[in-house]
C-alpha cells in the first residue's frame, strides 16, 4: 500500500534495506498486519481487542499509516471554499490541526487542461470553484510580465474532522473565504474527488514559492510528507510544526 503526493510515495519511509526483497523489516514492525490488524480493528470499533503483541506492547507505528485513517463521517460539518472571498494567505492551511486543507497554485493552461479531462460537468465546475485570482499568486506576476497563476484551496474528507478552525482563522481576518455547510449525500463523494483532482495535478511551480515567507512552505510537495490522521483537535499546532 502507498501514500502517494505529486512525488512521494511517504510508505517508502518505512521500509529499510533489511529482510530480503520487500524492503521491511519486520523485526521492527509489521506494516501489513499493521494495516490488517490494527487499523482495522479500530475501523471496526473492536482496538479494545487488540492483544499487547511486540510491536502494540512499544507503541511502534509505521510511518505514514495515519494516511489511511478516514474521518469522513465522523463531523456533520465541513468547509466549503468560497473563492471569490481568498487572498491566498494561507491562514487556513497553516492553522489546520490535522492535514485537512491545502493549497496548490496552477497555471491556467494546465489548469484548462486538467479540467478539461473530467467529463461530469457538474463535477468539472466544482473543480474550477475551488481555485481563486489573487493579488499575490495572479495579478502581482501578471504585472511583472510573469505568468499568473491561480491560487487552490482543497478540503480532504478523509482528514477533515468541522472543528471549524480554518473558518474561524479566515473570519478573524476578515476574509471569510470559508464557511461550514451540512454534509449531504453528495457532499463528501464531490470531496473526495476535488482531492483526487488536487493530488493529480502537477506540483505548484518553484516560482510561486517565496522562501523567504514561512506560509509558502506549506505549498512545496514536501510539506504533505505528514500525512495527517492524528485526531487533533482545533488548537493543537503540532501538525503544522511538523510540516
Known sequence: MGVLTNEVNVTELTKTKTNGDNGYDSHIVDVQDFFEDVLLAY????????????????????????????????????????????????????ECPD???LAKVATPDVLDTELGQIANPKERAFMAEQFAITNKFHKAPQKKGKEPGLFGIFVDP?????????????ADLGYNALKM???EDTTVPIYQKSIDFFRHLPPTPKEYINDRVVVDMMLAEQSMLFVGGAGSCAGCGEATVLR
Request: aromatic share 4%; hydrophobic share 35%; net charge negative.
Open 181 to 183: 455547510i451540512e454534509k
Open 99 to 101: 492535514t485537512a486543507i
Open 43 to 94: 475501523d471496526q470499533g473492536k482496538d479494545d481487542e487488540l492483544p499487547a503483541d511486540i510491536h502494540l506492547a512499544r507503541s511502534i507505528i509505521p510511518a505514514g499509516t495515519g494516511a489511511d485513517r478516514d474521518f469522513s463521517y465522523i463531523a456533520p460539518e465541513i468547509p466549503e471554499f468560497i473563492a471569490s472571498n481568498c487572498v491566498g494567505c494561507m491562514t487556513c492551511v497553516v
Open 158 to 170: 478523509t482528514k477533515c474532522k468541522g472543528c471549524a478552525e480554518c473558518v474561524e482563522a479566515c
